[in-house]
């Protein structure tokens, strides 16, 4: 399997977003929230402006106060009242404030708006969301202590920014993978001292793995709040993770019970997995290359209870030329679909086949 996920965001990321640390990532959304203003006020209550000498500038104002729409809040705001955000931007400020103030006035779906407003001293707020009342906000500052008080900072400990081959790198903005914007953070750590030896992994050869985990979240509503874990073979230098394996994901929607699903289920299973030894892992995997599935015929309803009978046959076929053998143990099956998974045209079914055969370590443990 390969993870992208990590490559991408390390493509996109401008330097003002990385950090070479996890205190210096803290550090930085510590103070913007102590500098932002969160509200759920009516949409009768919030009244748009054109600002002076702009062109397209729309000012929003709330009790008075005026703040300017980020990108990302303008596009919310928008949605909430049904107007397509890109033709707004086409169209002068005096007319697109006359729409929004227009929409917001005779909105019956959402009568108020969850805003969040980041306010510095020394210049004019910005809003950056616009969300229905009901947002289960978990702030970034939360979500990285949580990692710090787990792992570390991120550049010593066991888990760390991931080398590159397998060689440790000395961390610099080019090559870490901690990011923070005012949208969206995004961390990903391994442990590649602790490496997993395992017997067997491939032609008979045995060969070792890593641990390393994604997680990510949004304050304002651009993404889900999240994480992944995985085994993995190593990463190269744009920072494309690959030969993982075991890949599992849980994922949390900002509703308003985010942020007690993230104190009573996501920070827990960080800790889970910062104390889970490489031996609990290792006996996973002796367990599934020692579980046989049975003959022919029996492989054959295994897949097919998981996959559609093109899938199951093609599972078989590319494990035979890969290991030279046929599928004869639960390893056997995860490496068979891990293997078919690459060649599966789009991203999105590739990662859910991918998950499928991390789940089937589950049937041994």
């Not at 993404?223 to 949390?252: K, M, P, Q």
């Amino acid at each position: 399997m390969i993870l992208t996920k990590a490559s991408n965001e390390w493509m996109k990321r401008p330097p003002e977003e990385r950090f070479k640390s996890l205190t210096d990532m803290h550090q930085v959304s510590q103070t913007y929230r102590s500098e932002a203003v969160t509200r759920t006020v009516a949409n009768r209550d919030i009244t748009t402006a054109p600002i002076e000498g702009e062109e397209y500038g729309v000012a929003v104002i709330m009790n008075g106060v005026p703040s300017r729409p980020s990108h990302h809040a303008f596009n919310q705001m928008a949605g909430l009242i049904g107007a397509p955000a890109g033709y707004l931007r086409t169209l002068p400020a005096p007319m697109v404030a006359d729409c929004l103030n227009y929409g917001l006035f005779s909105q019956r779906k959402v009568s108020e708006i969850g805003t969040l407003v980041h306010s510095p001293p020394t210049s004019v707020g910005t809003m950056m969301a616009a969300t229905g009342p009901n947002y289960g906000r978990v702030w970034n500052d939360d979500v990285i202590a949580a990692l710090i008080d787990r792992f570390g900072d991120g550049v010593t400990g066991d888990f760390t920014v991931p080398g590159e081959f397998g060689r440790k790198v000395i961390i610099d903005e080019n090559n870490t993978t901690l990011y923070r914007s005012d949208r969206d953070m995004f961390v990903f750590l391994a442990d590649e001292e602790n490496r997993i030896t395992i017997p067997n992994r491939r032609h008979g050869q045995s060969g070792s793995l890593a641990r390393g985990f994604f997680l990510w979240n949004s304050e304002v509503g651009a993404a889900t709040l999240g994480i992944s874990t995985f085994l993995f073979d190593y990463t190269c230098s744009n920072r494309i993770v690959w030969g993982a394996t075991a890949h599992e994901e849980i994922r949390l929607r900002h509703t308003s019970a985010a942020p007690h699903r993230w104190v009573e289920e996501m920070a827990p299973a960080l800790e889970v997995y910062a104390q889970s030894s490489s031996a609990s892992i290792t006996n996973a995997i002796a367990s599934a290359q020692s579980a046989k599935i049975g003959d022919k015929d029996a492989v054959h309803d295994f897949l097919a209870k998981r996959f559609n009978p093109s899938q199951a046959e093609a599972i078989k076929l590319v494990h035979i030329s890969e290991e030279d053998r046929p599928i004869e143990t639960i390893w056997d099956a995860v490496t068979g679909i891990t293997a078919y998974a690459r060649r599966v045209e789009y991203q999105s079914n590739r990662i859910e086949v991918e998950r499928d055969a991390g789940k089937l370590l589950d049937l041994v443990g």
